[in-house]
């Protein structure tokens, strides 16, 4: 995803346990459109030395942005379509797809699809860019 987006996360840090409160999706609006994301456990911000969890959908629409972290998509509903560097791979629920670093990924959805995505870590603190939305 990579857009900088207004949402905190709900997150409560202890000793044992992070609780990560439920929050609804939202849509971006602006030039992200109808786009929906929420982001779990932090914000792709910055650099990060642990994972990112995000939860998104698709509805008959297309995300594109190049990354220097992984990104693996598990399709939660519906069907995603995955491209990156000539590569195409279509996900249904429970199937995952990760897009390794250093590359553009363009996921779309021809009718809807509802992910969880994780981001691995981005240490040095890259940035995502050359992103792209767009409705089918």
């Known amino acids: ?4 987006i207004e ?4 997150v409560t840090t202890g000793n044992a346990i992070d609780f990560c409160a439920a929050q609804p999706l ?12 929420r982001f779990i456990n932090a914000h792709p911000v910055g650099a990060w030395d642990d994972f990112i969890l995000s939860e998104w959908t ?3 629409r297309a995300w594109e942005d190049f ?7 598990f399709v939660l509903e519906g069907e995603l379509h995955i491209e990156s560097q000539g ?3 279509i996900l249904r629920p429970g199937d995952s797809a990760r897009v390794n670093p250093g590359g ?4 779309w959805a021809p009718v809807y699809a509802r992910m969880v995505t994780i981001y691995g870590p981005n240490p040095e603190g890259l940035e995502s860019h050359s992103f792209r939305y767009s409705e089918l």
């Open 1 to 4: 995803m990579g857009a900088v």
């Open 7 to 10: 949402q905190t996360p709900a």
């Open 26 to 37: 939202k849509a971006l609006g602006g030039e992200w459109g109808r786009l929906q994301c």
């Open 58 to 60: 698709l509805d008959s």
């Open 67 to 73: 990354h220097p972290h992984s990104e693996t998509a």
């Open 87 to 89: 590569k195409t791979v």
């Open 104 to 107: 553009v990924g363009r996921y």
